[in-house]
């Protein structure tokens, strides 16, 4: 898996099937669902009470903290943004 960008190299899985594409469509694929833990979660929550957003270093600060990556962080926090406008 190529860490750096959040998907599989074709070769990490070998031969691909054209159910695994959505469309039949070969090439780079979807890095699985993050699975966070409930303190993960909680600590994020809380973050995100005190402030929707964050700048780099804040993030930077609480992937470390959490042992997340920053992009996981960044789009927690886009999904969570989008969950609460969806709930407004």
Same mark, same amino acid.
């Given at each position: 898996a190529d860490e750096s960008s959040g998907y599989e190299s074709e070769?990490?899985?070998g031969e691909r099937?054209?159910?695994a594409a959505?469309?039949?469509?070969?090439?780079r694929q979807?890095?699985?669902?993050?699975?966070f833990t409930s303190e993960q979660v909680c600590r994020l929550e809380k973050?995100?009470?005190?402030? &929707?957003?964050?700048?780099?270093?804040?993030?930077?600060?609480?992937?470390a903290?959490?042992?997340?990556?920053?992009?996981?962080? &960044?789009t927690w926090f886009q999904n969570r943004r989008m969950k609460l406008k969806r709930q407004i």
């Open positions: 070769s990490a899985g099937s054209a159910a959505p469309g039949g469509t070969r090439g979807r890095r699985a669902r993050t699975a973050t995100f009470q005190r402030q &929707k957003y964050l700048g780099a270093s804040e993030r930077r600060k609480l992937a903290a959490l042992q997340l990556s920053e992009i996981q962080i &960044k």
